[in-house]
Antibody, heavy 119, light 107 residues
Framework: EVQLVQSGAEVKKPGESLKISCQGS????????IGWVRQMPGEGPEWMGI????????RYSPSFQGQVTISADKSISTAYLSWSSLKASDTAMYYC????????????WGQGTLVTVSS | EIVLTQSPDFQSVTPKEKVTITCRAS??????LHWYQQKPDQSPKLLIK???QSFSGVPSRFSGSGSGTDFTLTINSLEAEDAATYYC?????????FGQGTKLEIK
């Protein structure tokens, strides 16, 4: 069974850094793209970007380029989403998701990591 | 960026009713259009991939159709458990995008 397990909820202050994780199991982690999706309270999902853990090829949405960093460590089947300086507007639920290709569908989702940024 | 516009935004329906949700793309996405269901406090779940292909384990009352810019998700004989928000998603070109969602309320 494909599973994506994300790290727990975070409460941070503006300006702090953060790295959240997503560990995959039940499939060959290196051979599937992993994407990150933001969902702000009461809003629809927003696609942030994807990474291919096999070679770390990464694609970003222009809306998120330069705002976050997507990375992966295939040796431990884990993908990451990180911020160097959080803003209050980064408060949201973040999902990792397995994509069947760079142009593929999302066939499995993590449980979500709630990030709250507040002074 | 391709914009996906869903209609309606909200619909209140009775059990056993047939429901149709549409998704219109600002430019052609071919058949790279997918549908998800999201219930409160849950992650989205894939229902239909590539416009019309049912995903494993999804009840047969869910079906999809369309290509190019106009797509439809149909739920035949609605059940109470189908109360959720439904999203379309295009993976034809980067950045991938989602529709704004259609919330279904069961009367």
């Amino acid at each position: 069974e494909v599973q994506l397990v994300q790290s727990g909820a975070e409460v941070k202050k503006p300006g702090e850094s953060l790295k959240i994780s997503c560990q995959g199991s039940g499939y060959s982690f290196a051979n599937y793209w992993i994407g990150w999706v933001r969902q702000m309270p009461g809003e629809g999902p927003e696609w942030m970007g994807i990474i291919y853990p096999g070679d770390s090829d990464t694609r970003y949405s222009p809306s998120f380029q330069g705002q976050v960093t997507i990375s992966a460590d295939k040796s431990i089947s884990t993908a990451y989403l990180s911020w160097s300086s959080l803003k209050a507007s980064d408060t949201a639920m973040y999902y990792c998701a397995r994509q069947t290709g760079a142009s593929g569908t999302i066939d499995s989702w993590g449980q979500g990591t709630l990030v709250t940024v507040s002074s | 960026e391709i914009v996906l516009t869903q209609s309606p935004d909200f619909q209140s329906v009775t059990p056993k009713e047939k429901v149709t949700i549409t998704c219109r793309a600002s430019q052609s996405v071919g058949s790279s259009l997918h549908w998800y269901q999201q219930k409160p406090d849950q992650s989205p779940k894939l229902l239909i991939k590539y416009a019309s292909q049912s995903f494993s384990g999804v009840p047969s009352r869910f079906s999809g159709s369309g290509s190019g810019t106009d797509f439809t998700l149909t739920i035949n004989s609605l059940e109470a458990e189908d109360a959720a928000t439904y999203y379309c998603h295009q993976s034809s070109s980067l950045p991938h995008t989602f529709g704004q969602g259609t919330k279904l309320e069961i009367k």
